[in-house]
Every structure is written in structure tokens, then in C-alpha cells.
């Protein structure tokens, strides 16, 4: 039987059905899916709570539409040429290279691929990129958002600018500080690399500056004249906290202008995780909110590749999160912040951006939103207060901040969103990614060493090992290379075009029960400069 | 270190090598145990004790020098001496480079009888495969320029390819190129006996022992810093491989050595069950990127591939040396190539896969001769993996430099002062060698530009001609535009002509050349270089007429063409100068002598004057203006009269040009067509050059390139310094003895030899000739190095060519020698001797009809504008 049902199965084994799917199921055929005994906890960052599928999922006719498709006459199969493919799995890849001087490459940072596949239309993950130009140091951030994509792409444009901010000694501050009220040109603080998809939005770029400049001129206010050393650590805990408290309170105040008093609420309202890394010479800083990932990509001596993880899950399968909540809040609601392993039975992630309604007081929700726009008050979702909501603020946006310290044999580091994780094993994703940036040269180089080989018994294994690495040069972007993995491999690991033909073919409406937003970040390392770092001490 | 690194496929051969070096060099007792202190003096300091070294130091002793210290960091023949494959071959594009080869095969060939050292020299011969008929083609051209030096050589069908070697497939082939006296040879045991021999000669060798730095002192070597102590020196030799860049910039004041390192791999193999003869030829399979060699019974088999590792960017790195490993996978296509060319090694037991880095110089080319910086800085290096067959003849041509100022032969295409500023980044170097490498084994067909390196020096007017449709060409690092593609032209088909046949932009350039002739055309020509000699002083023109040919004492105003000459009356330099006052003169050459002209101005100006000299290149933009409406134009644009009366030819004014003021306008235009060269202060040129195109329009002005341009000089007769002219020609011997101040009484560099020369007649001369029964549209063209034959005796070779759209027929300038038909001797050319012979031009083994002419076509010279002409009539004197 062609259609839906065809790939349905595979699917449910492989147990990767995903969030909209279930609530979709829970509200209109709860009947059908739930009777699957195939059917996995559901994973979805909100429940199936009605009020809600309706606000994510404002069609609520899409199995009907579905169904008209299964019953259709037209049995023919629908699949897309490789060049289609790679047209779509393209559409959104970015590369950008450290540029070399002179032949030398001073930065521990060769460069990086970036891509994203959406299901979510629009797409609801964003990804930045930047140098610091202040600072030594680079910028690289994945941000999944839920509930819309206002807050995260909030986030992708103003994040790294408080990060960068936080990390500028005092002199700097006061230098761009002079600058602004004196009218005369501002240093530049971060240079971007960004796809040309990747937007700022124009319309709020002078609200955001100001808040900004509020943050950095509380940071002179605060600095005792004493030049200590800035700690990453510190700096990057303090712009995420600074960043989300911004956004709360733009929605308090609110904005005469009608659009962008909308636009701030929708950002507060809206949420998204945030997974950045900062990378200064040998110095790694991971700090994540949520449940993106980053993963480290480290070669062993005998060539092989294993996994790093250097951040950790805020989901309820992270004991110490589960912890953490319990101990902020009174012992009687211990069985009610975390239910079906979600935040107050709600959300998924145990941390993130935005999502006032995790955190503002009731009293707090109801004012904004009376004294809303009329959008807003017609939303159901927004209006909707979580059950068990006795003492917020019950979600953070403060990250954990993991430091490493980079060795020669750390070759990439993948930053990703959940899409990716739930898809694919965190050792194979390294792998695969390690694979293809050494090309064939470092995994297990052939060497005659002491065997009898004939020269065609050596041609026949190079000519096999060229075809086997043919996948590999389709791409010219780890990242793109990983969701082509991600997306079509089959039960052997290997990339099948059939699958991803499929995948990639499904109608919008579809392609969220198969799939989540994927981003990647592959930042690549040079382990020469890293060594030098090394041996200079 | 990286020596011992790489020695891991020792070879029991060299070893032995080694210890009879030892016990030579123990009984000539001349060169001290290396525990021994290095000597505080020497003359001579070489560097590196690879194959071009030792041979630098075997010749410099031979030929009288003894005062001579070898330096080698590691020990003697390591490095990419010692894993060279050992393949002599003559087979060059270039002559030189055969001759060097020639030399080289000559000399390996008795070292053994010479030394008692076995050098393993083995007379194989070798095949070049031809699997295309445009590689044949092109091997047929390399056969023909073999077979008149001397080489033998021969074309050969695939059938007699498979008699010369057993195991070959043929059946793809068309042909292939036998040359039967190509030899093997141990690289490492050949230098071993170079360095014995120089040893017992008295050069001083020290192994274990790395130079840190040279010493400079007013821009002369006065001495060597190494990690045992300080020598002080004359003149210091860089033979240090692919480590020469890197110690050239060590120096306190820097010598630029563009070269770089890229990996390259061969192949080993036990030996076959019935083992190859040791005579079995080389197999070179360029079009599959190969070359086959018997190594014990067994193959060697190496390769250039399409995509090069280049390494070393950064220097010595530690890292990078133990990684080279062997690298399979990279090696597959060679290896697919490998079986393809011999089927039956299917079974072959492999031995190991060597990775020895090679290196690689931006244009293909060696790099020897004099730093223009640092007198006494001599370099020897960059053999792009053809450092065995290079090797004698090389270290000889360096060794006559060193000893006599220049060597016997022209070796300006392998002169380290072709290079300039640009070829020192190592970014450039690191992308232009992984082109290079491939070319080795790529098709060379004529005009063909490197891609990689590209738009670095442009004029301001690039953008603007670009996008009117300009073709570009690079020289010295120069963008020049070669051609204009109208805009209803194909682009694609365009950029693909690869042909030795007729080009497709051939009805383009036609349409510009007939636009010179009849309209007026602009060639942006800002390349050129151009110098400003001035002092306050009445200096400026005694030393200047001391060191240039022609009579410089001329009015102010006036240009005169001349040159620069050696002491052997050849020429150093080319070029126009326009005095521009009493104390300043302008002078311009062509473009790739920015950095000979240079130091020759600079080596031999008297160090205490106050003449001061300033390369202006970049200061101006060149407009050529070509045409006999070029006068309207200019007139039109500054309100003043241009005719010959007011402008006479060979004349220089600053004047105003639309709104701008101080453009330097010339009569002349490097092609003997009428029209103008207009020096323009680059802020002004967009501004000139737009006043130019919009006022030109209606006298149909349009672009032209550098096609155009060298079609127009060559159907004229006009010389190209570094293409026709080179540093053994002499005025006389090109028909410029009207350029020569000889009979005014002044000394100038050369005089003595060209009075001599004027006194004993000429043993070459430079020869127009015009291809009588060739066919442009079928024949293969001529390009440059074609074999000339008078009365069917070999007397020469073309130095350039082109087609003359004005004449239709082909013209090819070269030079006449007269070589005794008993001792092959040269003998006096006369112009008798010229006239009276049948010619016939030798094109890829085709003989084409010739007529030689000594003056250039009349017909062509009717276009003078005035009778008295200087720039025309003056050409080839009277």
C-alpha cells in the first residue's frame, strides 16, 4: 500500500514518531494510535493538553486532508531525483572559513558548516554564528524554539551581542559607551557569518540596542575600578540571565508602536533553548540551556572516533534537573512540577528562554495580556495559565557552562538540536562527521606493512573504499552530510536514497510527525594550532 | 631529524656508497672528520648536500675554485636526493632544459670511470605514450627540438612500442617518442661521486652541520652563521631543496626563493617471476599520469597526480613529517593507471609505497642565478622532480655564473630574477604548485595562462575592461588583457580552446588588428615597467651614458630606444627612455624585467652618486593608443595640434587630456603602427580612459589586447626582450647597430665586444621569416623554438611567432647561425648568407617553405606618416 501507512510503520519501530504526531493523535484519533502497541512515550515539548494542540496546530483538519490522500485514485509513487534531494537538503548549508594569513592559520578555529532541515513550517530553530571583534573568540549558537519562532530568532540576533558585552573590559565599555552618547561611530563588537535566510528582524533593532546598552551601562556602573580578569563563565551565565529578563520585561513595559509591542509579547510568550559555544584558542566554553547538545568529536590514536558530550540535557531525564526542580519549589507540589516527564505535565524542556508563562506570576500573566493586543487576548494558548501553578517563577534561563580545554585530538565539536539527537546516536553522528572530514585519509590508512598484497588485490580494496566514500563527496558540508544521515539512513547506517526521497517528499503538513526541526553546527579544529597552544607551556 | 624520519627504505646500495665515500674522503685527507671545527673562510659556502650542491661544488673545483665549504644539515645525499626514482630524461619543453639534461647524462655516464663510485647508470632509454594525437603532437615538437641538439630521438609506431617492452598494453595508443640514450641512475650514489670528486679536489664537506643564516653586509654576502660556528664568505650557494625559501627568508634582508613542497609517491615492487631486464626502457604514460620504471626485476612506478598534497607551507613542521605516510587512496588513480598500462602486474607482490617530498616552482621552471638583492647569493633549487636530470648541467651553468658573471648558455627562463614581489606569499606559493604539479604531466599547448595566483597587480581600468569582455593573461603577476570577446560571441567555447592548431579567438583578434590599421584601438599596457632616473647633478647622464647603448645626450623631449648591455656586447636590458629634463630621464622596458633591470641599474651604478633611481611602475597607467586616428582622438581631447610637425615620432610631452593634466604622451607604440602611448597618474587613468572611448567612438575606437598587439610587432620585425632578445644577442647580431653609439667616441658597457664583433662579422642573425605553403586553417601553427633549416641544414630556432593578418601568411622571427658543415662549427653569418638560402620551418616534424627577410615587409612600412620616420626607419639600421 502506497502512502503514509508505507513508511508509518518502519517509523514506529524505530521508535521516532514525533511530538505533533501524538498530540494530533491524542485529540483526533486517539483511538487508532494509542491502541498501537508500538506507540513510544510520547516526546513532545507540550502535551496533548487541547487548548494546546490547537494553538500549535491551528489545522486541525490535517488527517482528514491525509486520509484524502491515502484514499486517493493515484497510486503512483512520489519521489524526488537525487539533484532534488541535494537541492533541498542544500537550500539552507552555510560554510564559513577562518581566513588564512599569509599561509598561516593563527586561530584554533579552521572554520564551520552549518545547515537546517525544517519540519516545523515556519522553521522554529535558528543558528548564529560570529567572531567576537573586541575579544578574541568565536560565537557559535543552535536555538530551538517552541510555540512559534518569535523567541528564538529574538534570541539568535541578540544573544551573542550580550555575551560579547559581558566580555568587554571596562576601557572598551566605556570607549563604545562615549561613542553613542558623542554620536560618533561605534566599534564593531561581533562580525556575523550567516546564511543569507538567517534575518534580524530591522523593526525591533532599535529597541533591542537600547536594552542592550542598559545592560552595558549597568556593567560600567558596577565595575569597583578594579581590572580583573573577565571569567567566560561568568560572562556567558549573566547574558543569558540578562538576555531573558530583557525579554520579560520589554513585554511588561510593552512598546507604543503597535507591531513591535505585538512582536515583544510574542517573543516572551513563545520560548526556545539555547546551546552556544565560545571558542578562544584552547579555551571551550559550552553553555546550554535546554535540551540541545554539543558534542565533541575526538580522534583516538588508532584513528577511531568517540563522542564527548559537553553539555547536559535539561529534560526529565536528567536526575540532577529533576532535583534541582523539586528543591525550588514547596515539598506538596514535588508530584506536580515534573508529570509525564514534563515541566508542571507541560513542557518538555526544564530550561529556556521566554515562555513568561512558566514564569511570570498569575496576577502578572493576566495584566499583560488584558492590557495585550487583541491578538493576544484571542489566543487561547496565551491565555491558558499551566495547572499546579502555585510558585513561579518554575523555569530558568540560566545556562550550564561547561569548560574544556581543547587537546590536538579534538578535531570538531557538533553543535545541534534536539531534531538531530532523537534521530541519531551521539557515537554515530561523530563518526560519520569525523569520517567525512578526514575524507578517507585518517580512518584506517591502508598500509602493505609485512602482508603479501598484489597491486590487484590493493586496486580492487581502493576501488571498493572510493565507492563506499562517494556519499561523502556529495557534500561539501559536514552539516549537510549529517542530515543526509540523519534523515535517510536506513537500519544499516547507510544513507538510503529511497528514504530520503520520502522523507523530504512529505507535505508540510506532514513532515512534523516524521521529523523535528533539525540544525547543526560542525565547528572544525586546528590541531595544529591547538598543539602549538599546548606546547607552549 | 626529518632525514632519518624519511630513511626508513634504506637502500643497501647507498649505504655502501656512503662508507667508500667515507674511506675517499679519509684517503684524500683534504676534508677534516665533522667533529673537527669548521674552517673561519672560505670563498665559496655552499648549502645542502643533495644533488645540486655536491654538483655546484664538483664544477666550481673542476674549474679552478678550491676555497669551497659543502654544508649539509643531515647527512650527504639524504633528502629528496635519495628518494628520487633516478630516471634521466632529455625529453624538456625547454631547450635549456634539454641541453641541462644532455650534460647531465653525459657526465653521470663516466662518473664512475672518473671516481670509481658505482653510480648504478644504467642506459635504458625511455618511450613517452601518446594516447591522443594532440600529445603526439606535442611529443613530435619536443623529438624535433631533440634531434637538433643532438639528442636521438625518434617518433615511433604503438606496434614498435609493445617490441620495446614486453609488458605495455598498446592498444590505446597512437604513437609514442623513443629516446633510446635516457638512462637510470642512483641519484644518491651520483651525488656521493660528485661530492668525492669535489672532495679530492679540495671543497671541504660537512655534514651534520645546518646554515642558520647568511650574512649580509651592504647588500653583499660577507659570511654564513650555522649551528658550529660563523664562516665568512664570499659568495653563498642556497641548493637547500625544498627548504631553500625558508632560508632564504632567514636572512636579515629577506631573498625571495618561490618554491614549495608537495608529496609525491611510487610505487615498489618485488620482482616480477621472470625478473626485467635492467635495461627494460623507462615507460612515461603522461596522459594517464604515470611513469614506469624496472627497479630489481621489479617496477617502480610513480605519478603526478591531478590533485597534489602540497606541504610545508608553513616550514619545517615536525608534524607534517611524521605523517608522511603512505596514502593509498590517493595513490589509487595512479595505481588504476598503473594496471591499465600493464595488466599482467595484477599479481605483482607489492612492496611499499615511498612518500618523498618533491618541489615545485610557479612557472615549472628551475630557479639558479644571482639574488637581485644580495651580491654573492647564488641559488640552485626547485627542480620540479626533475632534479637527476638537471643536476650536472645545472650545477655547471651555476658554477660558469659564479666564476664568469654568466654562464655559456641563456638561461634567463631559469633566472631566479624572472620572479618579483609577488611570488614570495606563501598562500600564493601553496595554491600555484598543487596547478603546477598536474601540468607536469598536463598537455601544453601554446598561450596557455595559469589559473591559480591570478589578479593580484591589475591596472585601475581592470574592472572596467573585464566587463567590455576582456580575455586576461598574466605576466610577472600582471593582468594584461589578451583579447576582447564581443559580446554576441560564445563565452564557453571560448575559454576551451586548447589547440596547436588555429585558436578560435583568431576572427576576434582580427577585427582588433584591422581596427589598429584602420581606426584606432586602446591596449591598456600598464604593466610595462617603467623607471625614473634623475640627479641633481649633471651625473644622470654620464653614468647613463656609460650604461646604456644608444646616445642619450638628445634634446629634451626626445625618446631613444636602447638597451643595457653586458660585457659580451649582449643584451641586459631593452627599453625606450624619454629625457624629460636636462637631469631626468623615463625609462620603460617590458614587463617581466621589473627585477633584473633593477638590480643590473642597481649593481652597476656607482655606489657614491647621487642618481636617483625609482621604480614608477605602479605610479602609471599605460595606454597604448594604436591608429592612424589616434591623433584625432588626442588632439580632439587636449586642443592641441598633434601632427607630425608639432609631434614628430619618437617624441614625448607632458600634456593635458580631457580634464586631466601631466599625462606623459609618447609617439611611439611598440608596434611601428602610428599612434600614441599615453602615461597616465593611475587617479587619472578612469578619467583618461573614459575622455578616450567617448570622444574615440566616432573614429570607431575600440579595445584591444596584447594578441593584437604582438601580431602587429612581429609582422614589423620588432624584437621582444626576453622572448627574441636575450643576454648573449648583441645589437648587431638583431640589425640595431644604429641603436649603438659606436661611432661617437663614448665608452659604454659592451663597446669593446661589439666593435669587435662589427670588425669580425656576425655568427647569428635575426631573421624574419614568412611561411609561404602553410595553411592556417589546417597546418598546425607555429609557437616558438621551431627548428629553421637553410638548404636542409639545421641553422636555428624561431624565438617567436605570429599571424600576420595584414601579410595573411605566418611569420616567424628567429635566428641564423651558420655552423661549418665539416666541424659544426659556428662561422660569420652575412647578409649574403641569409639571402641566399632556401628556408624551411620545422613544425611538429612537418617542414614548412620559408622566405627570410632581414627588413621588414615593405608594404606594411607605407603607412609612415612621415618620411623621415625615426621610429620605423631607424628599425634595422641603414
Given at each position: 500500500m ?8 518502519p ?5 521516532e ?5 501524538g ?35 491551528p489545522?486541525d ?6 486520509q ?49 532541515l ?26 530551538d ?7 528564538s ?22 570607549e ?8 560618533r ?24 540596542f ?11 556602573d ?14 556567558l ?12 520585561l ?14 515583544v ?5 513563545s520560548?526556545?533553548?539555547a546551546?552556544?559555544?565560545h ?12 535540551d540541545?547538545?554539543?558534542m ?24 540532577r ?135 590487484g ?15 561523502v ?21 547507510a ?33 595544529h ?6 606546547n607552549?607551556? | ?19 667508500k ?77 634539454q641541453?641541462?639534461?644532455d ?35 606535442s ?5 624535433s ?33 623513443h ?6 641512475v ?9 661530492a ?8 671541504q664537506i ?35 631543496g625544498?627548504?631553500?625559501?625558508e ?7 629577506p631573498?625571495?626563493i ?38 630489481q ?8 597526480e ?21 596514502d593509498?587512496d ?10 591499465r ?8 607482490e ?15 621552471r ?12 647564488f641559488?640552485?633549487?626547485g ?17 660558469e ?32 604548485v598543487m ?10 599547448v601554446?598561450?596557455?595562462d ?33 583579447y ?9 567555447a ?48 654620464e ?12 634634446p629634451?623631449g ?8 653586458n ?44 642618481l ?6 605602479w ?8 591608429g ?16 607630425p ?17 601631466g ?5 611611439m ?15 587619472y ?14 573614429y ?7 594578441y ?15 622572448q ?68 636542409g ?9 605570429a599571424?600576420s593578418?595584414?601579410?595573411e ?59 623621415d620616420?625615426?621610429?620605423?626607419s631607424?628599425?634595422?639600421?641603414k
Open positions: 502506497p502512502g503514509p501507512t508505507q513508511l508509518f510503520f517509523l514506529i519501530r524505530n521508535c514518531l514525533s511530538r505533533i504526531y498530540t494530533a493523535c491524542y485529540c483526533h484519533h486517539k483511538h487508532l494510535c494509542c491502541s498501537s502497541p508500538y506507540l513510544p512515550q510520547s516526546r513532545l515539548r507540550y502535551t496533548s493538553h487541547p487548548a494546546y494542540a490547537t494553538f500549535c496546530r489545522k483538519n490535517w488527517w482528514q486532508y491525509t484524502g490522500r491515502r484514499y486517493a485514485s493515484t497510486p503512483q509513487k512520489f519521489y524526488l531525483t537525487p539533484p532534488q534531494v541535494n537541492s533541498i537538503l542544500k537550500a539552507n548549508e552555510y560554510s564559513f572559513k577562518v581566513p588564512e594569513f599569509d599561509g598561516k592559520n593563527v586561530s584554533s578555529v579552521l572554520g564551520f558548516d552549518s545547515n537546517q525544517p519540519a516545523n513550517a515556519p522553521i522554529e530553530d535558528r543558528r548564529s554564528a560570529a567572531t567576537c571583534l573586541q575579544t578574541r573568540g568565536m560565537l557559535l549558537g543552535v536555538f524554539g517552541h510555540a512559534g519562532c518569535a523567541c530568532q529574538a534570541v539568535s540576533e541578540r544573544l551573542f551581542y550580550y555575551i560579547a558585552v559581558s566580555l568587554l573590559p571596562h576601557e572598551t565599555l566605556l563604545i559607551e562615549n561613542a553613542v552618547e558623542s554620536g561611530a561605534l566599534l564593531p563588537i561581533l562580525q556575523w557569518h550567516k546564511h543569507p535566510n538567517d534575518y534580524f528582524s530591522k523593526e525591533a533593532s532599535k529597541l533591542y537600547n536594552s542592550l546598552r542598559t545592560y552595558w551601562q549597568e556593567l560600567i558596577l565595575n569597583t575600578g578594579e581590572s580583573t580578569d573577565i571569567d567566560v563563565k561568568e560572562a551565565i549573566n547574558a543569558f540571565k540578562r538576555l531573558d529578563n530583557d525579554i520579560s520589554e513585554a511588561q513595559v510593552g512598546d507604543p508602536n503597535s507591531f513591535l509591542n505585538y512582536l509579547l510574542r517573543v516572551a510568550f520560548g526556545a533553548t546551546c552556544v559555544a571558542v578562544d584558542g584552547v579555551d571551550l566554553h559550552v553553555a546550554n540551556t535546554g540541545s547538545r554539543a565533541l568529536g575526538v580522534q583516538e590514536e588508532d584513528g577511531s572516533w568517540s563522542a564527548v558530550t559537553l553539555s547536559n540535557d535539561h529534560n526529565a531525564q536528567n536526575e534537573e529533576l532535583e534541582r526542580l523539586k528543591l525550588e519549589h514547596p515539598k506538596n507540589e514535588a508530584k506536580s512540577v515534573v508529570k509525564q516527564d514534563r515541566l508542571l505535565g507541560l513542557l518538555m524542556p526544564f530550561r529556556a528562554f521566554g515562555d513568561v508563562k512558566f514564569k511570570w506570576s498569575i496576577d502578572l500573566q493576566k495584566r499583560v495580556i488584558e492590557s495585550g493586543p487583541d491578538q493576544l487576548n484571542d489566543n487561547e494558548y496565551t491565555k491558558f495559565i499551566p495547572p499546579n501553578y502555585y510558585t513561579p517563577p518554575y523555569l530558568t534561563a540560566e545556562p550550564e557552562v561547561t569548560y574544556h580545554r581543547l587537546r590536538p585530538q579534538d578535531k570538531f565539536l557538533v553543535l545541534a538540536t534536539d531534531g538531530l539527537w532523537e534521530t541519531m546516536h551521539r557515537q554515530d553522528v561523530v563518526r560519520i562527521v569525523g569520517e567525512y572530514l578526514t575524507g578517507m585519509h585518517h580512518q584506517q590508512p591502508i598500509a602493505v606493512g609485512g602482508y603479501k598484497v598484489t597491486l588485490q590493493m586496486h580492487g580494496l581502493l576501488t571498493e573504499r572510493r565507492a563506499k566514500m562517494s556519499s563527496f556529495e557534500d561539501q558540508n559536514a552539516a549537510t552530510h549529517l542530515i543526509r544521515h540523519a534523515v535517510g539512513n536506513n537500519e544499516f547506517g544513507v538510503d536514497h529511497e528514504r530520503l526521497s520520502k522523507m523530504l517528499s512529505l507535505p508540510e503538513e506532514l513532515a512534523r510527525m516524521y521529523r523535528d526541526d533539525i540544525t547543526i553546527i560542525v565547528v572544525q579544529f586546528n590541531s594550532v591547538v598543539g602549538a597552544y599546548q607552549q607551556e | 631529524m626529518f632525514y632519518w624520519l624519511l630513511s626508513v627504505v634504506r637502500r643497501q646500495r647507498i649505504r655502501r656508497g656512503w662508507q665515500w667515507s674511506s675517499a674522503r679519509s684517503g684524500a685527507s683534504v676534508a677534516e672528520a665533522h667533529s673537527v671545527a669548521l674552517p673561519t673562510q672560505a670563498q665559496v659556502v655552499i648549502c645542502g648536500g643533495g644533488i645540486m650542491g655536491t654538483s655546484v661544488a664538483y664544477h666550481l673545483s673542476k674549474m679552478g675554485w678550491k676555497d669551497i665549504v659543502l654544508l649539509e644539515q643531515g647527512r650527504l645525499a639524504a633528502g629528496s636526493t635519495r628518494f628520487c626514482a633516478g630516471i634521466l630524461s632529455t625529453a624538456r619543453h625547454l631547450t635549456i632544459e641541453k641541462m639534461a650534460y647531465s647524462n653525459k657526465l653521470y655516464h663516466q662518473l664512475e670511470q672518473e671516481t670509481g663510485i658505482q653510480t648504478g647508470y644504467v642506459r635504458t632509454g625511455s618511450i613517452f605514450l601518446a594516447q591522443t594525437q594532440d600529445r603526439l603532437i611529443l613530435k615538437r619536443i623529438n627540438r631533440l634531434n637538433v641538439i643532438g639528442i636521438p630521438s625518434e617518433i615511433i609506431s604503438p606496434k614498435k612500442v609493445a617490441e620495446l617492452h614486453p609488458l605495455l598494453n598498446v592498444h590505446d595508443l597512437v604513437g609514442a617518442m629516446v633510446p640514450e635516457d638512462a637510470m642512483s641519484s644518491a650514489d651520483v651525488a656521493l661521486a660528485l668525492t670528486a669535489a672532495s679530492q679536489n679540495g671543497v660537512y655534514d651534520r652541520t645546518s646554515v642558520l643564516h647568511v650574512i649580509v653586509k651592504k647588500g653583499q654576502v660577507t659570511g654564513v652563521e650555522t649551528d658550529k660556528g660563523q664562516i665568512q664568505c664570499q659568495y653563498f650557494v642556497n641548493c637547500a625544498q627548504w631553500a625559501y632560508l632564504g627568508l632567514s636572512n636579515e634582508e631573498v625571495s618561490p618554491l614549495h613542497a608537495c608529496e609525491h609517491f611510487y610505487l615498489l615492487t618485488r620482482p616480477l617471476e621472470t625478473p626485467l631486464q635492467s635495461n627494460t626502457p623507462t615507460i612515461v604514460d603522461t596522459d594517464g599520469r604515470i611513469y614506469i620504471r624496472n627497479w626485476g621489479g617496477i617502480l612506478s610513480g605519478g603526478f591531478k590533485n597534489p598534497k602540497p606541504i610545508f607551507t608553513e616550514g619545517k613542521n615536525q608534524l607534517e613529517i611524521q605523517n608522511l605516510q603512505e593509498w590517493h595513490f589509487e588513480p595512479l595505481l588504476s593507471s598503473l594496471l598500462r600493464m595488466p599482467q602486474l595484477e599479481t605483482l607489492i612492496m611499499k609505497l615511498v612518500n618523498c617530498p618533491e618541489t615545485f616552482t610557479p612557472d615549472m628551475c630557479i639558479m642565478g644571482e639574488s637581485p638583492s644580495v651580491q654573492g647569493y641559488v640552485l633549487a627542480m620540479n622532480s626533475a632534479g637527476l636530470s638537471f643536476g650536472g648541467g645545472a650545477g655547471k651553468y651555476l658554477a655564473w659564479m666564476m664568469h658573471g654568466y654562464p655559456s648558455e641563456n638561461v634567463w627562463e631559469l633566472d631566479l630574477k624572472r620572479f618579483g614581489a609577488l611570488q614570495s606569499s606563501r598562500t600564493f606559493l601553496r595554491h600555484r596547478e603546477v604539479m598536474p601540468l607536469l604531466y598536463d598537455l601544453k601554446p598561450r596557455w595559469f589559473q591559480t595566483g591570478r589578479q593580484l597587480r591589475t591596472s585601475p581600468l581592470y574592472d572596467r575592461l573585464d566587463a567590455q569582455g576582456a580575455r586576461w593573461m598574466e605576466k610577472h603577476g600582471f593582468e594584461r588583457p589578451k576582447f570577446v564581443p559580446p554576441d560571441k560564445d563565452l564557453l571560448l575559454e576551451q580552446s586548447k589547440t596547436f592548431y588555429k585558436p578560435d579567438w583568431f576572427d576576434i583578434v582580427e577585427s582588433e588588428v584591422k581596427c589598429c590599421k584602420e581606426a584606432v584601438c586602446v591596449i591598456d599596457m600598464s604593466s610595462f615597467t617603467k623607471f625614473e632616473i634623475t640627479s641633481t647633478g649633471d651625473q644622470a647622464l653614468i647613463l651614458q656609460y650604461l646604456f647603448s644608444n646616445d642619450l645626450d638628445v629634451v626626445h625618446i631613444v630606444h636602447t638597451g643595457m648591455l660585457e659580451g656586447g649582449g643584451y641586459e636590458n631593452d627599453c625606450s627612455i624619454a629625457r624629460l629634463s636636462k637631469r631626468s630621464f623615463f625609462m620603460i622596458s617590458p614587463t617581466d624585467q621589473q627585477v633584473h633591470c633593477w638590480a643590473w641599474l642597481k649593481k652597476h651604478m656607482p655606489q657614491d652618486s647621487n636617483l633611481l625609482e621604480d614608477v611602475t605610479k602609471y597607467t599605460a595606454l597604448n593608443l594604436i592612424p586616428r589616434a591623433v584625432d582622438v588626442l588632439s580632439e581631447l587636449s586642443y592641441a595640434p598633434m601632427t610637425d608639432h609631434f614628430p615620432s619618437l617624441f614625448c610631452k607632458e600634456m593635458s587630456v580631457g580634464y586631466a593634466n599625462i606623459r604622451v609618447m609617439s607604440t611598440h608596434t611601428g603602427e602610428p599612434g600614441f602611448m599615453l602615461y597616465i597618474p593611475i587617479e587613468a578612469l578619467h583618461v580612459y573614459n575622455e578616450v572611448m567617448s570622444v574615440g567612438q566616432k570607431g575606437i575600440r579595445n584591444a589586447g596584447y593584437a598587439l604582438r601580431s602587429l610587432r612581429i609582422e614589423k620585425f620588432f624584437a621582444f626582450w626576453g627574441d632578445l636575450n643576454t648573449l644577442t648583441t645589437p648587431l647580431e638583431c640589425g640595431r647597430e644604429s641603436w649603438v653609439k659606436l661611432e661617437k667616441g663614448m665608452d659604454f658597457i659592451g663597446r669593446d665586444a661589439l666593435l669587435q664583433q662589427k670588425q669580425n662579422g656576425v655568427y647569428k642573425r635575426f631573421t624574419m621569416f614568412i611561411l609561404d605553403d602553410h595553411d592556417t586553417d589546417l597546418d598546425l601553427w607555429p609557437w616558438w623554438g621551431e627548428p629553421i633549416y637553410r638548404n641544414q639545421y641553422v636555428g630556432k624561431t624565438t617567436s611567432s599571424y593578418y595584414t601579410l601568411r605566418h611569420v616567424c622571427l628567429g635566428f641564423v647561425h651558420n655552423f661549418s658543415e665539416d666541424t659544426g662549427e659556428e662561422q660569420v653569418v652575412t647578409t649574403d648568407f641569409i639571402n641566399r638560402g632556401e628556408y624551411e620551418i620545422d613544425i611538429a616534424g612537418h617542414r614548412f617553405q620559408a622566405k627570410a627577410k632581414l627588413y621588414p615587409v615593405a608594404s606594411l612600412v607605407t603607412h609612415k606618416r612621415r618620411k620616420d625615426v621610429e620605423l631607424d628599425l634595422h639600421g
